[in-house]
C-alpha cells in the first residue's frame, strides 16, 4: 500500500513543484468547474540499465519488471500530487481571496489540506508504454470546503416589505455567460446596491455539492438537468459582477424573497452558474 504523504513533503511543494513533474508526455491537467473536480496527471519510466534489465532508483540492484513498474507508479503518483497541489492553490475561495493566499498564512490549513488530499484524492494507473506507468489523480473541489477556516452561521435571508405574490422556486439559475464571473467554492450572489443576498452566511453548509455552495454548468440544457436546479428553478441573467460574482437585477430578488419555500431550498444551496466553458489549468 502507498504510503501517506506527510506534512512536510506537502509544505515543500507548496512552495516548488517538482519540476520532474513536468517532464513526459500528459493528458491536460486542470480545474473542471462544470463537473466539480480537478485532474492532475504523472508519469514515471522503469530503471533500465545498459543491459535492459530493471534496477532500483539508485541502480545499485536488480529488480524485477513488477516491482520496477510498482516503483514507478509510485514515484507518477507522487508526481500527480505535486501538480495537483499546484492546482488546489489556484483555487478560489471567496471573491477576496484563493486558496494560495490562505495557504500563505495559516500552517492551519496547510495540515487540513494534507489531510484532505490524504483522505479524498482518488488515483488510478494507467499504461502509458511498456515501461512508463502513468497516475490519474481527481480530487473533488467541494472536499477541500471543510479545510477552509471559515464559519457557516445559517444566517435567515433578510425579509422583505415589498415582495410581490409568493411564487416557490425549486432553485436558482442564473446566466453569467460573457461576465467576468470567476467560478468559486464561496461565491455571492449580490443585489443592485451590490448587498450579498446568497453566500456562506446563510446556507446550511451540510448541503454542500461538489462545487461548493454554488453548481456550475456551461450551458442550459446542462444546468436544468442538476437536481439543484428541481422542477421549478428561477432562471435569471446577471447583469454584471462584482469580484467575480453575479449581480441579479432587483426584481428577480423579490422574487426569490417572496416565498419562504423558496429560502428554504437556497439554504440546501440548490444554485447554479451558467458559466462560458473553459478548463482552468
Sequence with gaps: MLKRISLAIVICAFSML?????????????????????????TCRVDINDRGTP????????????RGRVNAYRTARE???ERMIGLVREVRVDGDTTLSELLERSDVLQSRIVTVINDKMKSREFPVDFATSGCR??????DLLPAVPYTYPGDEFPARIDAPIPTDYTG???????????????????????????GRSFVDIRNV??????????????AMKYR?????PLYTVAI???????????????????SGNTLRELKKCRVIFIIDKKLKG
Design 172 to 198: 436558482l439559475v442564473i446566466d453569467t455567460r460573457g461576465l467576468p464571473v470567476e467560478p468559486m467554492i464561496l461565491p455571492s450572489v449580490l443585489n443592485e446596491d451590490g448587498l450579498e443576498v446568497y
Design 228 to 232: 439543484a436546479a428541481g422542477d421549478h
Design 240 to 258: 454584471r459582477a462584482v469580484k467575480g460574482c453575479p449581480v441579479i437585477a432587483d426584481r428577480d430578488v423579490r422574487k426569490l424573497y417572496s
Design 18 to 42: 517538482d519540476s520532474s513533474a513536468r517532464s513526459g508526455a500528459l493528458p491536460p491537467d486542470g480545474i473542471d468547474w462544470a463537473r466539480g473536480i480537478i485532474v492532475t496527471h504523472g
Design 55 to 66: 534496477v532500483n532508483e539508485d541502480g545499485t540492484a536488480v529488480i524485477s519488471l513488477t
Design 137 to 142: 489523480a481527481e480530487l473533488r473541489i467541494g
Design 79 to 81: 508526481r500527480a500530487m
Design 209 to 222: 455539492n461538489r462545487y461548493g455552495i454554488v453548481a456550475y454548468a456551461n450551458g442550459d440544457e446542462e
